[in-house]
């Protein structure tokens, strides 16, 4: 009998509960949520995989601004420019914190020292530390050379896996092989991937602990929010975690004090003894741990972005001939057929640049910017959102939306040239403080890369089929199936290719 009663009493209990709680919500002006929230879990049961498509769809429901419960962590959901504004720009240092998550501890050991850490002093002197010692404009056109003889070395390599003929390539090791070698001969003046890659034992060494690091980062998306519930799920992968993070600290830490015996050689200093010369000016403040974590921070953030941005080009590309027949044009009539080009010839090349606009617009390598979290009680859109709310922007869903971009699902470069859009329609690289310092090294390796490719090859698709451009799961979203691309030499191009 007492069974019976509980069952008649629960739902009636589970019903008066929900209505307690929606009048509570209400009356807080929060912003909009699902309804029912449950205790303990909160919406977890709403949330499915992909997380992108379930927030789209929730989004599509309780409108640009709302939120909802990852166990007891409140998040907040935006995804219209105008709301984006209020919360990266009016109140751009309210959520200039990172929230307390625990794959933002694991997913890059000392990496997380920036990019996780969170808003003050250090941060601060960290970011500035970048801006004008590691990313400056002016340390970058001291560090072209390595860009242009490392493209030149990208294509030299697809000339030789493309057989002389019209034979198939596999872009993404390709586009690997660029990226790391440019950031490792920015840090430290090494090779680790390729022809003349140093000593094979350090290489291969790098290599492993680069492919591991991928590895475990692909085990980490989104759906890693809450600290509590996921702590078991975790367990399991905590010790991996550690064991990397060891050996990425020991081979980092082996490269400082190589490069501190050597001393400073040459007019164009690497990281490493640039960070090293600021260390004796203040040994407390640039100790090998800062500076570990600063090269990491590079290593990790700055590979994969920017190869999955030149393999979603490239796929656009061969799904629109005429665009890559135009890009082709542009490029001939500034670069001429006498040599390859070089980032002197960026500024007169803006159909390019407006390609990779176009790409990272419609396929930005992060769909939702790094969370950040509200250290105080701010409003956006209205409503009010409490102090600790962690907070996600929709990139993709803003720079997708039809209200701003006609047309969006459409690839069209063009647009950029009719003036693109102003505000926060367009922020593949973030806004605000923690807008991505790596901007400008980022945008120089690819569109170099991206003109190289086309001056120097004919490309096409491995058949009529058009190339698949499904994306993947997670905060980032590389493609879903790699890209292999026919190539073959331009006619005009094959002898300076030869002589490469």
Request: one cysteine or more; aromatic letters at 10%; charged letters at 25%.
């Amino acid at each position: 009998m007492d069974c019976v009663i509980l069952y008649l009493y629960l739902p009636a209990l589970l019903f008066i509960f929900a209505a307690l709680y929606l009048f509570s919500e209400k009356s807080k002006n929060l912003p909009p949520a699902p309804f029912p929230a449950l205790p303990f879990i909160g919406h977890l049961y709403l949330l499915k995989k992909p997380l992108h498509k379930t927030l789209s769809s929730l989004s599509k429901n309780y409108g640009s601004v709302f939120y909802f419960l990852y166990g007891s962590r409140r998040v907040l959901v935006v995804s219209s420019s105008a709301a984006a504004e209020e919360c990266l720009t009016k109140n751009d240092i309210v959520f200039a914190n990172r929230p307390n998550l625990i794959f933002g501890k694991y997913i890059g050991n000392n990496f997380t020292s920036i990019v996780w850490v969170g808003y003050g002093e250090y941060w601060r002197n960290l970011r500035k530390l970048c801006a004008q010692e590691i990313l400056s404009t002016h340390r970058l056109q001291k560090m072209s050379l390595i860009r242009v003889e490392e493209v030149k070395a990208m294509v030299k390599n697809v000339f030789r896996l493309s057989g002389g003929g019209l034979n198939a390539v596999e872009m993404r090791p390709v586009f690997f092989e660029l990226l790391f070698n440019v950031l490792t001969r920015m840090i430290a003046g090494k090779r680790y991937y390729g022809e003349e890659s140093g000593k094979p034992e350090e290489a291969k060494q790098f290599q492993e602990i680069m492919k591991e690091t991928a590895r475990l980062a692909s085990v980490v998306d989104m759906g890693s929010f809450s600290s509590v519930l996921n702590w078991f799920w975790f367990r399991d992968w905590e010790n991996q975690f550690v064991q990397l993070s060891k050996r990425r600290d020991e081979f980092m830490q082996n490269l400082i004090d190589e490069v501190r015996g050597s001393g400073n050689e040459g007019e164009a200093k690497t990281l490493i003894q640039v960070l090293l010369d600021l260390n004796e000016a203040k040994p407390d403040y640039y100790k090998d741990d800062v500076i570990m974590s600063l090269m990491q921070t590079l290593l990790q953030a700055g590979v994969s972005t920017s190869v999955d941005s030149l393999e979603w080009a490239m796929s656009l590309l061969l799904n629109n001939p005429e665009v890559l027949r135009k890009a082709q044009n542009e490029i001939d009539n500034v670069v001429g057929k006498d040599g390859i080009i070089t980032e002197l010839h960026l500024l007169e090349l803006p159909y390019l640049r407006y390609i990779i606009n176009e790409t990272l617009r419609m396929y930005p390598v992060a769909r939702f910017l790094i969370p950040h979290e509200s250290a105080e009680e701010c409003t956006i859109g209205g409503f009010r959102v409490p102090r600790g709310t962690m907070l996600l922007v929709d990139v993709k869903a803003i720079q997708n939306d039809p209200k701003i971009w006609g047309d969006p699902e459409n690839f069209r470069p063009e647009r950029f040239q009719e003036g693109g859009n102003a505000g926060l329609g367009f922020m593949p690289f973030g806004s605000g403080r923690r807008k991505c310092p790596g901007e400008g090294l980022a945008t120089r390796v690819v569109v170099l890369a991206l003109g190289a490719l086309i001056q120097c090859f004919n490309w096409d698709r491995i058949s009529e089929e058009m190339v698949d451009m499904t994306e993947g799961h997670g905060l980032f979203a590389p493609k879903v199936v790699t890209l292999k691309a026919k190539c073959a030499a331009r006619p005009s191009m094959v002898s300076l290719l030869s002589e490469i």
